[in-house]
């Protein structure tokens, strides 16, 4: 019973946002259109279509670009949201009511994260095909990257809400949203993989949580291999442990010292 | 009778960051914060008996939300003791969940593009009901609050009444023994105020849930609670019955005669004009020094008097009193 409300919640925050579907679509042609312009410069950086850049088919280097695109780009505005939330006071209202706040917004997300996913990839995909070609991966596996994707979205949402709370203090919570972003565009590995990086920055990335949201996901989706999954997969899960327990402890605190805006 | 609600002695102490004013003071305040603490709540005690119906009234910050928010365990407050159905509200939040509910008239809790039947139907989860008594519950509600007709319309499509009454139902699926209603008839017009205040008062006296109300129609706490706690600058300043409070501090009345004749001025010494036209003339009396009879008597013996209405200042005021003299 207890778990119950958090998927009826994630049941009608997707009904709720089907509203917006259009915006969604929207904002899935708009990634489109980035991939686009990606597959037409790295076609010129190729020049010719056999050639490796780091183990990279140009093939490849595209589809994990969708890969990080979709993951990264799906997860819409939780930090304004909450910080919006808080600012607004609104916050009085869920505290109010017998549910973990945290595990309830993500239950509310998560619908749609997964939806906009669905939709981001499936026009990547569209485009690629048409403009570079197919990639070979084996039916198998994709139930396995999938689970480091639903994993990757997991810690996307943590570290999101870990800032958002952070709110509380700052009032605003858009420049650390911007920051964040940088971050996961960067040394996550959402623009380039990290064997492009300098060695020393690549090894560096590869451990920061960031590149569990985009990097190591999509690699795995471009050059499957069991023990790296395992290790992405152990990666990943000790991160989300972390920032569960950080939460937490973040929440708890901060929930004694808030002041709620607002009459 | 049980007291629900037990506040000792509740203190809650803001910090505020004090900034001068312009560009220059915001710069101050980045380099070296200044602040200050205040006391939106400052020794608060009163107790509440199963079922009774309190209005809290107060000017806009004079911390009668903070109060609130302390008893829902929103807040933590700085001292003091608050107990509400024998639960600790901030270490006992989740519970005491259980069995509250509340309406922020300005902070709907119902999902604006569905209909607000998805929205009790995802509390009728979050409250953990048993399918067989949500449903009787949601029946009865929809019945008493007739709202069946547009219960499957989504929400941004009903009128601000219609809203309010789908908001109330939400906070009552759970049947709370507490409901906390924050400002419910804002911006309500007249006819569906009354309607508001007539489901409040039915459900109070069938189920017997505690009630308190905020809000800045005093209409609505005077016929809604027999029992009123004023609030102004953190302190109580007055608790007790709604009526005393007319009969204590109302020393004033008003007297409206309109007049056969054109008159200047109606000649009588040490009263308030409040109104002066041709025909039409108003006063105030302080019934203290100068007894309403004896103006009567002066009035009639010197004018032609068509008609006189002798009236009570209204609430507000009484109460503006009463915080002025506490400045």
């Known amino acids: 019973m207890g778990f119950n409300k958090y998927v009826e919640v994630g049941k009608i925050s997707l009904s709720n946002s089907l509203v917006y579907l259009m915006d969604f679509l929207a904002k899935s042609l708009f990634i489109g259109l980035i991939i686009f312009i990606f597959i037409n410069l790295w076609k010129v950086v190729y020049g010719d279509s056999t050639s490796l850049i780091d183990g990279f088919t140009i093939n490849m280097m595209v589809w994990y670009l969708v890969m990080t695109e979709s993951i990264v780009t799906s997860q819409g505005k939780l930090l304004e949201e909450i910080g919006e939330e808080i600012r607004s006071g609104n916050i009085a209202q869920s505290l109010n009511k017998p549910y973990n706040f945290i595990v309830f917004k993500y239950a509310s997300g998560f619908g749609n994260t997964f939806l906009r996913f669905i939709m981001t990839f499936t026009i990547g995909a569209i485009i690629t095909l048409i403009f570079v070609g197919g990639i070979n991966v084996q039916l198998v596996h994709l139930p396995l990257i999938l689970l480091t994707v639903l994993f990757a979205l997991t810690i996307n949402f943590l570290m999101m809400a870990l800032l958002g709370i952070f709110a509380f203090w700052l009032e605003d919570a858009r420049a650390l949203h911007f920051i964040y972003q940088k971050f996961v565009f960067v040394l996550g590995g959402m623009l380039l993989p990290l064997e492009l990086f300098p060695q020393w920055l690549g090894d560096f990335s590869r451990v920061l949580p960031f590149s569990y949201v985009a990097y190591h996901p999509a690699k795995l989706w471009v050059m499957f291999n069991w023990s790296d999954f395992v290790n992405v997969i152990m990666n990943q899960l000790f991160w989300i442990v972390i920032f569960i327990i950080t939460i937490a402890l973040v929440y708890r605190i901060c929930i004694e010292k808030i002041s709620i805006n607002g009459g | 009778?049980?007291?629900?609600?037990?506040?000792?002695?509740?203190?809650?102490?803001?910090?505020?960051?004090?900034?001068?004013?312009?560009?220059?003071?915001?710069?101050?305040?980045?380099?070296?914060?200044?602040?200050?603490?205040?006391?939106?709540?400052?020794?608060?005690?009163?107790?509440?008996?199963?079922?009774?119906?309190?209005?809290f009234i107060g000017p806009n910050g004079a911390g009668k939300s903070t109060a609130i928010k302390m008893m829902t365990g929103i807040l933590f407050p700085t001292e003091g003791k608050i107990s509400v159905l024998n639960y600790n509200p901030q270490k006992e939040r989740k519970k005491l969940a259980f069995k509250i509910g509340s309406v922020f008239g300005q902070k709907p809790q119902l999902w604006y593009h569905l209909p607000a039947i998805d929205t009790f139907n995802l509390f009728s989860k979050i409250y953990e009901l048993d399918e067989k008594t949500y449903q009787k519950r949601l029946n009865r509600l929809v019945e008493l609050f007739d709202v069946k007709s547009f219960i499957n319309q989504p929400v941004r499509k009903l009128s601000l009444g219609q809203r309010m009454r789908c908001e109330l139902i939400a906070s009552l699926l759970h049947q709370p023994k507490v409901l906390f209603l924050d400002e419910p008839t804002i911006g309500l017009d007249i006819v569906v105020k009354k309607k508001m205040r007539e489901l409040i008062r039915k459900l109070n006296k069938e189920e017997g849930i505690t009630v308190i109300l905020t809000s800045h129609d005093m209409e609505d706490v005077e016929s809604l609670c027999k029992r009123l706690i004023?609030?102004?600058?953190?302190?109580?300043?007055?608790?007790?019955?709604?009526?005393?409070?007319?009969?204590?501090?109302?020393?004033?009345?008003?007297?409206?005669?309109?007049?056969?004749?054109?008159?200047?001025?109606?000649?009588?010494?040490?009263?308030?004009?409040?109104?002066?036209?041709?025909?039409?003339?108003?006063?105030?009396?302080?019934?203290?020094?100068?007894?309403?009879?004896?103006?009567?008597?002066?009035?009639?013996?010197?004018?032609?008097?068509?008609?006189?209405?002798?009236?009570?200042?209204?609430?507000e005021e009484i109460i503006e009193q009463i915080f002025k003299k506490e400045v």
């Open chain 2, 1 to 55: 009778m049980v007291d629900v609600i037990k506040v000792n002695n509740l203190t809650k102490e803001f910090k505020a960051k004090q900034k001068e004013a312009g560009l220059r003071g915001s710069l101050k305040s980045v380099f070296k914060p200044q602040y200050k603490s205040l006391k939106a709540v400052n020794e608060v005690s009163f107790n509440l008996k199963k079922g009774e119906m309190v209005g």
């Open chain 2, 230 to 315: 004023i609030i102004n600058h953190g302190k109580i300043v007055y608790d007790g019955p709604t009526k005393k409070i007319r009969a204590e501090h109302l020393t004033r009345k008003r007297i409206v005669v309109v007049l056969e004749e054109k008159v200047d001025n109606l000649g009588i010494k040490n009263v308030k004009q409040l109104y002066r036209g041709a025909y039409k003339h108003a006063i105030e009396v302080d019934t203290a020094k100068y007894p309403v009879r004896e103006v009567i008597k002066k009035i009639l013996s010197k004018h032609k008097v068509n008609d006189i209405t002798i009236l009570d200042p209204p609430i």
